[in-house]
């Protein structure tokens, strides 16, 4: 298909043949021809993406220029890229370009409300990269394409070496954006995931310039037409919670909540693969037999082309890309109404929170801001507790602006909105990892299923003395599984007292000396709806 601007039109000189917004059958077809990857059994394309297995975070970059200087929270995860290297880049890139054989463009937007989305051009010299990016992206229709004038531009050149004298980065790796510019390269790895996330930071610097919240969240909804948003970091079920087959689907990952709705920045999905099962999530497994998957470093048997997910040589963090049509029950217009419920997911390894509480709007922004979850003892040599993870925004890695930007725009959202919000914790209950037990996945599904459909609200509510957020007393639901009421009070599940309030003392404390980097950019009720020791 004709590109509506051409590469020329960008300033983009080339000799290489230009494949402009191929469909599925075609990009497979180029992948399979160029020896980019194999078909397993079931039709998905197999490809491996080298040394990089997974994001290359110290070598991405902001370009820091008159536009972003005051408007990106420098650190060590934004890290500045001066204009003049940048321009050397940008040079060498080019020149690079210039001399491809070979190019695959694809035209897409970046998210699915209109008023809201960004038309993104991603420019690959690998056809799996650009199966990929299309995947993952919204799509647009034929008409749309017709007409499609790129806002941004991705170049993404895995054979592309950076030099660090020259470009100003660390190493032969590079991931620079540059908002002035509106335009991003990415150099020396084949790790696809690198260009999703760069459209999701694109999407969470412009969009709270215009009152929209960005969100690492899934998100469904009710058959009551209610919306339900889950925040949560690798581990705490974001996906296995939303992913209820009573409940509409609008995404797995990243989403934007407008004034009129919650609508996902996506057009796929970009699942684990580690340890599949058919038993276990019978609809992402489904997704891994069928043609338009991408599966990355998962191990085929070479004459089977059977999958062993179970098999993590080449790394733990095998991935599946799919669309968001091959999961059932999902939304066809990709957005659902504002969101009724929030839910934030921990896997609390210290035993110390219970399965689920309700929070006021401060407590919420605290709790948000915080993006507390907690890796178990035995992870790494010399842990033998549970070890607190913060991650702020529940993203910190995708946020250009200030997180408290981020969080001021959840407070008055959920506020305006009379929004209900909940922390549930999906971690341990009974003491911490090594002595307590899991939390029940069936009592987590029953307690958020009451939250959702608004009973829970009804029920007797005690003020927890540590965290100061409200905890249920009794569930009628819990009653009906057979679940002792008592998990409700964590406390009252350790065999020692005295030993959960020195575990929730030592978690408190945590928060505290975390939250302390906030506490000058938030106002006085969030610095209120701190833990306190009791």
């Not at 890290?79 to 020149?95: I, Q, R, S």
């Not at 038309?119 to 647009?140: D, G, K, M, Q, S």
Request: hydrophobic share 40%; with cysteine.
């Amino acid at each position: 298909m004709t590109l509506a601007k051409s590469l020329a039109d960008q300033g983009f000189s080339t000799r290489a043949k230009v494949e402009a917004n191929l469909g599925t059958p075609q990009l497979v077809e180029h992948a399979l021809r160029n020896g980019e990857g194999i078909l397993a059994k079931g039709g998905p394309l197999v490809v491996d993406t080298g040394k990089h297995t997974g994001r290359s975070a110290k070598d991405k970059y902001i370009v820091r220029d008159a536009q972003t200087a005051d408007s990106v929270a420098w650190g060590k995860v934004n890290l500045p890229m001066g204009p003049e290297h940048f321009a050397a880049l940008k040079e060498d890139f080019l020149a690079a370009l210039a001399d491809k054989e070979t190019l695959y463009v694809a035209d897409l937007f970046g998210g699915s409300q209109p008023e809201h989305r960004v038309n993104v051009r991603v420019i690959n010299e690998l056809a799996w990269h650009n199966l990929f990016i299309r995947t993952l992206l919204v799509r647009p229709t034929r008409a749309e394409l017709e007409d499609f004038t790129p806002e941004y531009t991705i170049i993404d050149l895995p054979s592309f070496r950076a030099d660090p004298a020259r470009h100003g980065c660390r190493s032969e790796t590079v991931i620079a954006v540059n908002f002035t510019e509106k335009l991003i390269l990415i150099g020396g790895t084949q790790y696809a995931g690198e260009m999703k996330k760069s459209v999701f930071g694109v999407l969470n610097y412009l969009l709270p310039a215009k009152g929209v919240m960005p969100m690492h969240c899934s998100a469904n909804v009710g058959p009551d037409g209610r919306t339900a948003v889950f925040f949560g970091l690798s581990g705490t079920g974001k996906t296995t919670l939303s992913a209820d087959a009573s409940r509409t689907l609008i995404g797995d990952d990243e989403h934007g909540w407008s004034d009129t709705a919650v609508f996902n920045f996506e057009g796929g999905c970009y699942a684990k693969m580690i340890r599949l099962s058919a038993e276990a999530e019978p609809e992402i497994y489904a997704t891994t037999q069928r043609f338009g998957t991408v599966l990355e470093n998962v191990v085929v048997d070479p004459e089977t082309r059977e999958i062993d997910f179970d098999d993590n040589s080449k790394t733990e963090n095998t991935r599946g890309a799919y669309p968001l049509e091959f999961i059932p029950n999902t939304s066809a217009e990709n957005l659902g109404p504002v969101p009724s419920n929030v839910v934030m997911l921990t896997a609390d390894a210290f035993g110390v929170l219970p399965p689920i509480a309700r929070l006021t709007p401060d407590q919420a922004m605290y709790h948000f801001l915080s993006g507390y979850t907690a890796k178990v003892a035995g992870t790494e040599m010399g842990v033998t507790e549970p070890e607190a993870t913060f991650s702020t925004c529940f993203g910190a890695p995708f946020m250009p602006r200030h997180p408290s930007v981020y969080g001021n725009l959840l407070k008055e959202r959920i506020a305006a909105g009379g929004v209900s919000c909940w922390l549930v914790n999906t971690g341990w209950t009974g003491g911490m990892y090594g002595t307590g037990t899991r939390m029940p996945i069936k009592a987590t599904r029953a307690l958020l299923n009451a939250a959702l459909d608004g009973s829970l609200n009804d029920a007797e509510f005690r003020r927890d003395r540590h965290f100061g957020f409200e905890v249920p007393v009794s569930v009628p639901q819990l009653e009906a599984l057979g679940i002792d009421q008592s998990i409700l009070d964590p406390r009252t599940t350790w065999a020692d007292g005295e030993a959960y309030d020195e575990a929730a003392r030592k978690l408190v404390q945590l928060f505290v000396d975390n939250f302390a980097q906030f506490a000058d950019h938030v106002d006085e009720g969030v610095r209120k709806a701190a833990p306190q020791a009791a």
